[in-house]
């Protein structure tokens, strides 16, 4: 148990109700499950389309992005393992104006990566029942939208069998989730081309550092690696967290990237050059809005990888890989229910949300999150019905929330910097400033239009949060204090949306020509640094004094006996 010395002691805080039991194996699984999901079925695709061979820099710069945001991760989940731990680091550091805000990116993050896996199955789905997906406007069908409520009712359902049960369900299905992608990396390196990095594909680079840049967020890049931090998420639920959760985070991390740069690169390599000829070049490998696709190109868009290989003759290893097309989402699409009820539960304990959502039952399942994370989920499948629309919007507002841990990483080390650290990230001064600005370069990447977007939901998030908070009476603080340690944040959020709307990404979407395209490439990437360390600097500056910071912990540190009202 972590004590302060000085003014002020803490005890670790801790959750109410819920089990430990997820060992080291299941933490790294919970953390990968949600790497190795859906985006390694689309991702590579979606890349090369954006940015041809240089697709593998882009694989690259997330990479090195997502392993210097998970080591940080990995210091705060050892420090305070705490279920929901993304939506309440910020709210101990800065009190409760910014922790609210960076809570709700948590849970409007997690809450959408569900449905999104639904529309990934349903994709696949679709080479057997046509029926369930338009790969002409790359929407589910009514039939397939029926369907994506069926898998969002039985990830519920799994989720209230408990978290042993769930985390060896999670864990059968990992070892097949790996296995796949391992073996079709072997397989088509004995397809390989190696003319297709190079002219005869247009380039090795056809749409410039821009197109690099725009496929680390636009292509999917960013998305196919989120979830390392499902760990952090589950931490009130792993044994012997301290220990276990960064190795965990740190393990899952290096894993996804290895697996993800391959991929990358034998796609490229594995594909038939006549396939090139034919769409004139990697950003040509795309059906039309309108009209009717080539069939060839078809086949390879509505699937990716299991086109390929059916494409380039290996039918046997496109039919595992339809196979996997389903599992895999599926795995992703349970873990991430799990989360979302985890971080509205920490929302809960927060109390910014309804206490009724921190309630637990015998198997110590979270069951009003859960059926809260259910309901979200519905929602969320209405307005963008299908995988690539809502990419954009979920990478945006988890790298919101991401940008959260490198802020509480730098509050923490001044507020207690003799607080027990299991696991310490060496040149923390350097990291954390770091890992702001690439979480701010991501947000920018990933367009105008989705960050006016996020903008809409974080009002609406205010909203929701101001009602709940008024009419608890046991609301957190919300003074002086309060507002002077979240002061940047207004600043800081409308600040990154100026700078995108004169700067030189759109998000793609019917509302492109709003982005003026004022600030010139590599001036925006400057002047985003500049401003994320200014905002960096300044939020240090206002952080809460210790004894607040450590009253906070105190407020939801471990009770001796579990109050009846939390279990049903």
């Not at 009820?341 to 009003?368: H, K």
């Not at 969320?380 to 490198?406: E, I, N, Q, R």
């Not at 929701?464 to 800081?492: H, N, T």
């Not at 990437?525 to 401003?531: D, M, P, T, V, Y």
Request: hydrophobic share 50%; proline share 5%; with cysteine.
């Amino acid at each position: 148990m972590a004590t302060e010395t000085g003014s002020a002691a803490v005890s670790s805080p801790a959750d109410v109700g819920l089990k430990r039991e997820v060992g080291f194996i299941g933490a790294v699984w919970a953390s990968e499950s949600s790497i190795i999901g859906s985006g390694w079925l689309f991702g590579a695709l979606y890349a090369a389309q954006a940015a041809g061979p240089a697709a593998i820099i882009a694989w690259v710069i997330g990479g090195v992005a997502v392993v210097i945001l998970g080591l940080i991760h990995a210091e705060l989940g050892a420090m305070y393992p705490v279920s929901g731990g993304t939506a309440r680091f910020p709210h101990f550091a800065f009190g409760s104006f910014a922790g609210m805000s960076f809570g709700f990116f948590s849970w409007l993050q997690a809450v959408t990566v569900a449905p999104i896996e639904c529309f990934a199955v349903m994709n696949y789905l679709s080479h057997w029942v046509p029926a369930v997906y338009n790969h002409n406007t790359g929407n589910v069908t009514t039939t397939g939208f029926l369907l994506t409520i069926v898998l969002m009712i039985a990830f519920t359902g799994l989720n209230f069998l408990g978290i042993k049960y769930l985390a060896n369900v999670n864990s059968g299905l990992m070892w097949w989730k790996i296995a796949i992608p391992v073996f079709t990396i072997i397989v088509l390196l004995f397809k390989f081309h190696g003319g297709n990095f190079g002219s005869s594909a247009g380039g090795f680079m056809p749409t410039g550092i821009k197109g690099v840049l725009s496929a680390v967020v636009g292509a999917g890049v960013v998305f196919s690696y989120l979830g390392f931090e499902q760990a952090d998420q589950l931490a009130g639920e792993i044994k012997d967290a301290q220990k276990n959760l960064p190795r965990a985070i740190i393990t899952a991390v290096a894993i996804g990237t290895a697996i993800y740069i391959l991929l990358q690169i034998v796609f490229i390599a594995a594909m038939d050059p006549a396939i090139l000829t034919l769409s004139h070049g990697w950003t040509g490998l795309v059906c039309p809005a309108t009209g009717t696709c080539n069939g060839t190109i078809a086949t390879v868009t509505s699937g990716p990888f299991a086109g390929l290989a059916g494409v380039i003759g290996l039918s046997w290893l496109a039919f595992i890989l339809r196979i996997d097309a389903i599992i895999s989402p599926f795995g992703t699409g349970l873990i991430y229910q799990t989360s979302s009820s985890r971080v509205s539960y920490g929302l809960a304990r927060n109390r910014y949300y309804p206490p009724i959502l921190s309630r637990v039952d015998s198997r110590g399942v979270p069951w009003a999150s859960l059926i809260l994370a259910f309901l979200a989920g519905l929602v969320f499948l209405l307005p963008f019905p299908s995988w690539h629309s809502l990419v954009g919007l979920v990478t945006g507002a988890s790298v919101l929330m991401y940008a959260g841990a490198p802020l509480s990483l730098g509050a923490f080390r001044g507020q207690v910097p003799d607080a027990v650290r299991p696991y310490r990230l060496g040149g923390a001064w350097f990291w954390a400033p770091a890992g702001f600005i690439i979480a701010n370069f991501i947000i920018y990447w990933s367009g105008f239009e989705v960050i006016w977007k996020l903008g809409i939901c974080i009002v609406i998030g205010y909203v929701i949060i101001g009602v709940c908070m008024a009419f608890d009476p046991q609301r957190p603080k919300m003074g002086a204090a309060e507002l002077k340690a979240g002061s940047w944040l207004p600043v800081y959020l409308i600040g990154l949306g100026i700078i995108s709307w004169q700067g030189q990404y759109s998000g793609g979407g019917k509302l492109a020509p709003i982005n003026t395209n004022h600030i010139g490439l590599w001036y925006d990437l400057i002047i985003i640094a500049a401003f994320s360390l200014a905002i960096y600097f300044w939020a240090l500056y206002t952080k809460l004094p210790r004894e607040e910071m450590l009253a906070l912990v105190n407020a939801q540190a471990a009770e001796k006996d579990v109050p009846p009202e939390t279990l049903i």
